[in-house]
């Protein structure tokens, strides 16, 4: 069974630092692109940063030189260092990781549980 475990949400201040890790767990074959997403309350869930196997990042322009992804294949985990966060970073954040369980199958997309993240004013 496939299981992504999101860490490292919490309140922070404005201007203040968090780091969140999702890591990948269960038998798989490999992981392709790992991802980030959040949600605001009334708001749909959007992307916020991606990174295929490769090493090569894609951001929101909401978060760009901001927020930092990036992955340990090693570890199956993926990161999201945020920094300079505002009010408006407040959501849910969720890891997304597009998963291939054996050679020669497709890849699938798996979601983690969303980790909170509350930025004070």
């Known amino acids: 069974q496939v299981q992504l475990v999101e860490s490292g949400g919490g309140l922070v201040q404005t201007g203040g630092s968090l780091r969140l890790s999702c890591a990948v767990s269960?038998?798989?074959?490999?992981?392709?692109?790992m991802g980030w997403y959040r949600q605001a309350p009334g708001n749909q869930r959007e992307l916020v940063a991606a990174?295929?196997?490769?090493?090569?990042?894609n951001y929101a322009d909401s978060v760009k030189g901001r927020f930092t992804i990036s992955r340990d294949n090693a570890k199956n985990t993926v990161y999201l260092q945020m920094n300079s966060l505002k009010p408006e970073d407040t959501a849910v954040y969720y890891c997304?990781?597009?998963?291939?369980?054996?050679?020669?199958?497709?890849?699938?997309?798996?979601w983690g549980q969303g980790t909170q993240v509350t930025v004070s004013s």
């Open positions: 997304n990781a597009d998963i291939v369980l054996r050679l020669g199958l497709m890849p699938f997309g798996s």
């Open positions: 269960g038998s798989i074959f490999s992981i392709n692109a």
């Open positions: 990174i295929t196997r490769a090493g090569r990042t």
